[in-house]
């Protein structure tokens, strides 16, 4: 019986010591997995801390840098905040001083506002700066907004004499000129505005208009027609060009006909609004009641089109 007892007892010493060892290994493998996990929470803790100090610091050389802050009103212009952006100008010159660019600025922020007289000061404080171009177009939108056609394009020549290339500031001058019976002065800064930005609907309205005005009609349907502008558009487009040539001022809508509203069955079509153009390079929009009071309805209003910058 001994002989037969101490072989079993062995052969089960053995198996508890291999399940002894699994177990040990197992809790090894667990403990480095753990381990593993603390390293790994570590890391991205840092990560995180790392990317948290480097947005602070961003954050800094927005207060810090003069540079960024007035690309950050700037920021705040093409999004349309035009209150909140005379405050940070205010807060951008208390610390850095007043240049060109903050005026310009301000001058385009005060006219967004409804704050003529402060905004044409402004406008002619940049005379003799290197923005004095935009100072002539800013000046040239309030007369417009006045009704003076004729001021508004003598100014607006001015300015694209020193932008030559804008196409919108040309769609602009030749509409002023349009508006101000000066038909024949109209056609090259609308063709000019056109080549330049055939994607603009501003461009592609303003030129339909001076073809309809000058009776090129064939000309004008197929401009309309390639755009795919709404019928109600073309109806405001020849309402507006009738009402031209019989020497009468007619609301025109100098942005998007694509996306005009077309209005309900048995209700005449909306007449169009003024709307110009951002400043190139500035992201400011101006709108329809600072060029034509008169006409202007926020639900009127109209979508840029998808090109660079969203300008319309």
Same mark, same amino acid.
């Given at each position: 019986?001994?002989?037969?007892?101490?072989?079993?007892?062995?052969?089960?010493?053995?198996?508890?010591?291999?399940?002894?060892?699994?177990?040990?290994?197992?809790?090894?493998?667990?403990?480095?997995?753990?381990?593993?996990?603390?390293?790994?929470?570590?890391?991205?803790?840092?990560?995180?801390?790392?990317?948290?100090?480097?947005?602070?610091?961003?954050?800094?050389?927005?207060?810090?840098?003069?540079?960024?802050?007035?690309?950050?009103?700037?920021?705040?212009? +093409?999004?349309?905040?035009?209150?909140?952006?005379?405050?940070?100008?205010?807060?951008?010159?208390?610390?850095?001083?007043?240049?060109?660019?903050?005026?310009?600025?301000?001058?385009?922020?005060?006219?967004?506002?409804?704050?003529?007289?402060?905004?044409?000061?402004?406008?002619?404080?940049?005379?003799?700066?290197?923005?004095?171009?935009?100072?002539?177009?800013?000046?040239?939108?309030?007369?417009?907004?006045? #009704?003076?056609?004729?001021?508004?394009?003598?100014?607006?020549?001015?300015?694209?004499?020193?932008?030559?290339?804008?196409?919108?500031?040309?769609?602009?001058?030749?509409?002023?000129?349009?508006?101000?019976? $000066?038909?024949?002065?109209?056609?090259?800064?609308?063709?000019?505005?056109? $080549?330049?930005?055939?994607?603009?609907?501003?461009?592609?309205?303003?030129?339909?208009?001076?073809?309809?005005?000058?009776?090129?009609?064939?000309?004008?349907?197929?401009?309309?027609?390639?755009?795919?502008?709404?019928?109600?558009?073309?109806?405001?487009?020849?309402?507006?060009?009738?009402?031209?040539?019989?020497?009468?001022?007619?609301?025109?809508? =100098?942005?998007?006909? =694509?996306?005009?509203?077309?209005?309900?069955?048995?209700?005449?079509?909306?007449?169009?609004?003024? +709307?110009?153009?951002?400043?190139?390079?500035? #992201?400011?929009?101006?709108?329809?009641?600072?060029?034509?009071?008169?006409?202007?309805?926020?639900?009127?209003?109209?979508?840029?089109?998808?090109?660079?910058? #969203?300008?319309?």
């Amino acid at each position: 019986m001994k002989t037969i007892e101490s072989p079993v007892r062995a052969h089960r010493a053995a198996r508890l010591l291999a399940m002894a060892a699994t177990a040990a290994a197992a809790m090894a493998l667990t403990a480095c997995g753990a381990l593993k996990d603390q390293y790994a929470a570590s890391a991205d803790a840092q990560q995180r801390a790392a990317a948290e100090s480097a947005a602070e610091t961003r954050a800094g050389a927005t207060v810090d840098t003069r540079a960024t802050y007035l690309k950050l009103v700037e920021q705040m212009q +093409k999004e349309g905040l035009w209150f909140a952006s005379l405050a940070h100008i205010d807060a951008l010159e208390q610390r850095w001083g007043v240049s060109p660019e903050s005026t310009r600025m301000r001058a385009d922020a005060l006219r967004q506002t409804d704050q003529a007289a402060a905004s044409a000061e402004a406008y002619k404080r940049l005379m003799g700066t290197p923005l004095e171009g935009a100072g002539y177009r800013g000046l040239g939108l309030l007369a417009g907004a006045r #009704g003076s056609y004729a001021e508004a394009a003598q100014l607006l020549r001015q300015a694209q004499r020193q932008a030559p290339t804008d196409a919108l500031l040309l769609s602009d001058l030749g509409y002023a000129s349009l508006r101000a019976g $000066q038909v024949e002065e109209a056609r090259l800064p609308l063709m000019q505005a056109l $080549q330049l930005r055939p994607d603009s609907t501003q461009a592609q309205t303003n030129l339909a208009l001076y073809l309809e005005a000058t009776g090129q009609r064939e000309q004008a349907d197929r401009l309309m027609e390639t755009n795919r502008m709404s019928p109600a558009t073309r109806a405001a487009v020849r309402e507006a060009a009738m009402q031209l040539r019989a020497g009468r001022e007619a609301p025109l809508n =100098v942005g998007s006909a =694509v996306s005009a509203p077309r209005g309900d069955a048995g209700t005449p079509p909306p007449p169009l609004m003024l +709307k110009a153009s951002r400043w190139a390079g500035t #992201g400011g929009v101006r709108t329809a009641s600072q060029l034509n009071p008169s006409v202007a309805d926020p639900a009127l209003s109209l979508s840029p089109s998808a090109s660079s910058r #969203g300008t319309p």
